[in-house]
């Protein structure tokens, strides 16, 4: 199907290494996990993200459930928790870092880097008003990225909130009206509705008349400002390089105030910022909040680690499967990584695969090996083999694949 992708064994290390990364840097900072459902009601996300954005206007897998109710696959993250959050009245827990891994599903053109089921990393914190908790949520991204050894450039942008942003939109208005013929359809339609977003199109002859748009920061309010200077003040404090980006805003309505995004290659890898309406807006008390979502897919198309080995040894069979069965036991309760052959093949064939597979040891057992409780240990680096008893298993294994 298009834009759906499978994820195959060849590249699973890569995922596991990501996402190990990523909970180990949450776990050691507070962050505990949140799992919620992959489908919603629509109003989530339409209340949630903004009706009038791109994912909730046309990119959103939308359909009827069987009771006739409208039902959405995610299309991010952030609108479930804080749903999550409201009917399961977290807001009195002590754990309000928290942190999702999962699929989000968008109905768009598939391209590089874009897919219709993709993985997102993410994090939410609640009730945190200090500038700190915004810098804390940057610092995870660098941290990880550093730990992935993948260069990124950190873009922040004060995007203002409901107090200020609807002067900047009317100036925005004024401005972009002048040069309405030119903007592309999408951006025609965003005039009246949703003015910011054009700064945000992706089309060149856009990008161009953006460029000469009024600015933000000639509008926002005294505590968006303040906010704003706050963080940039950690982010010094935490020796973060940054560059502000007079131009980002997010595809996301939600936002309020400090917006940001690691950049690699022209290509967004992780988003967020603040949000201190949408808990309210969905129906909560008024509590803030601040997050970030990583598009997992993105990183691994550039994530460059050596796959391991995941097996040392490897059990080939010849014709006497219960005693493979209890050495394989016997090798797994000492914690080796062992792979056992049950179907019937040539020993030649066996050993291709252990090859394959990457083995280090083979353990070669037939009829005679189990008449005699032994086997054959063979090193699969130097194609050196003996046999020895079953009982001296261990410690020849030891030898072979701890030598250096
Ligand atoms: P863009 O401007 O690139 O469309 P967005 O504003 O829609 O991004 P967010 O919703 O903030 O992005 O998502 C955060 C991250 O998730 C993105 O930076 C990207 O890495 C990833 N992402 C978003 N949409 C997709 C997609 N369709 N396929 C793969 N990854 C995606
Ligand atoms: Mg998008």
């Not at 499978?6 to 996990?33: M, S």
């Not at 996301?252 to 940001?260: E, M, P």
Request: hydrophobic share 35%; aromatic share 10%.
């Amino acid at each position: 199907m298009k834009g759906f992708k499978d994820i195959l064994p060849e590249t699973i290390e890569k995922w596991h290494f990501l996402e190990k990364t990523a909970v180990k840097i949450f776990t050691h900072l507070g962050y505990k996990e949140i799992r919620t459902p992959i489908l919603e009601k629509t109003s989530v996300f339409e209340r949630g993200v903004g009706d009038s954005t791109d994912i909730v206007e046309k990119e959103m897998y939308t359909f009827l459930d069987k009771s006739g109710e409208s039902v959405t696959l995610r299309p991010e993250g952030t609108a479930g928790i804080v749903r999550a959050f409201i009917e399961n009245k977290l807001e009195t827990s002590v754990f309000n870092k928290l942190y999702y891994i999962g699929p989000m599903f968008r109905y768009e053109r598939p391209q590089k880097g874009r897919f219709r089921q993709f993985h997102q990393i993410g994090a939410e914190c609640f009730g945190i008003k200090n500038p700190a908790i915004d810098a804390e949520i940057i610092y995870i991204n660098t941290l990880l990225f550093e730990k992935l050894n993948i260069k990124t450039n950190l873009e922040i942008n004060n995007i203002g909130c409901p107090n200020c942003r609807p002067q900047y939109s009317k100036a925005l208005i004024s401005y972009f009206e002048h040069y309405k013929e030119s903007l592309c359809i999408d951006c025609q339609k965003r005039l009246y509705k949703n003015p910011l977003r054009i700064l945000d199109c992706k089309n060149e002859k856009c990008k161009i008349i953006a460029r000469g748009a009024p600015k933000l920061k000639d509008y926002v309010c005294k505590d968006c400002k303040e906010h704003y200077t706050g963080v940039v003040e950690c982010l010094k404090a935490l020796n973060i390089e940054f560059i502000e980006n007079e131009l980002l805003v997010r595809g996301l309505d939600y936002y309020t105030s400090f917006v940001f995004e690691f950049v690699n290659n022209n290509l967004t890898l992780s988003a967020g910022g603040r949000y201190d309406n949408l808990i309210q807006d969905l129906g909560g008390n008024n509590i803030c909040g601040v997050g970030f979502a990583l598009g997992e897919e993105r990183i691994i198309d550039i994530l460059d680690i050596k796959p391991q080995n995941s097996i040392d040894i490897y059990i080939a069979n010849l014709g006497v499967t219960l005693y493979a069965l209890n050495i394989l036991q016997k090798l797994s309760d000492l914690q080796f990584k062992v792979y056992c052959e049950y179907e019937n093949k040539s020993l030649k064939s066996m050993l291709k695969k252990a090859d394959k597979l990457e083995a280090k040891v083979c353990i070669i057992i037939g009829e005679n090996e189990l008449k005699s409780s032994s086997c054959i240990v063979r090193d699969m680096k130097n194609s050196t083999q003996k046999t020895i008893e079953l009982n001296q298993l261990e410690n020849t294994l030891k030898g072979v694949l701890y030598a250096t």
